[in-house]
């Protein structure tokens, strides 16, 4: 998903479950997901619609917190 998709779920009230993994192909790197109801989960993505990756957390954080998310799981 990407991240204007996602400032406009989040602005229609849409709720998602925002999980921060390491990423299974560099796990130096950090990835964003979501989880929604009905089983249906996402990444996101940039405009290349590659999944985006961080080399920092606190990047990861800082960027969500730009979307408007305030609640995030991290899994280490």
Same mark, same amino acid.
């Given at each position: 998903?990407?991240?204007? =998709? $996602?400032? +406009? %779920? &989040?602005? #229609?009230?849409? $709720?998602?479950?925002?999980? +921060? ?7 130096? #790197? ?5 989880? %929604?109801?009905? !089983? ?14 961080? +080399?920092?957390?606190? =990047?990861?954080?800082? #960027?969500?917190?730009?979307? !408007? ?5 991290? &899994?280490?």
């Amino acid at each position: 998903m990407k991240r204007e =998709d $996602v400032q +406009a %779920k &989040h602005a #229609e009230g849409v $709720v998602f479950d925002t999980h +921060a993994i390491a990423n299974p192909s560099n796990l130096q #790197e950090w990835i964003v997901f979501f989880k %929604k109801g009905e !089983g249906r989960s996402f990444f996101l993505i940039d405009a290349s619609e590659e999944v985006e990756s961080f +080399a920092r957390l606190d =990047d990861l954080i800082n #960027e969500l917190k730009q979307l !408007g998310i305030k609640r995030v799981e991290v &899994h280490c």
